[in-house]
């Protein structure tokens, strides 16, 4: 499986958006400070995931995600959050 996640910061209040194969192992790389573009933007939050069957398909939803049409999705989930 593939997936396309949102992590937000509790630190920045932003998000970020990647995506894996593997989601936990990625999710404790990101708490541990072993991702380079979050490190510094820990504590980090899982908000948001999608699983696709195949990483092409990842891939594109994650450049959707990442480009400003995806503004709408973020508000939404900001308007969620309760932190």
């Known amino acids: 499986m593939n997936y396309v996640y949102i992590l937000y910061s509790k630190k920045d209040k932003k998000f970020y958006t990647g995506k ?17 573009s ?3 933007r820990r504590p980090l939050v899982l908000v948001h995931c999608e699983v696709f069957k195949t990483g092409g398909e990842a891939f594109l939803r994650e450049k959707e995600l990442k480009y400003p049409s995806a ?13």
């Open 20 to 36: 894996t194969s593997n989601l936990l192992v990625r999710l404790e790389k990101h708490i541990k400070g072993q991702v380079g």
């Open 38 to 40: 979050t490190k510094n």
């Open 71 to 83: 503004g709408k999705l973020k508000s939404e989930l900001r308007k969620r959050l309760v932190l």
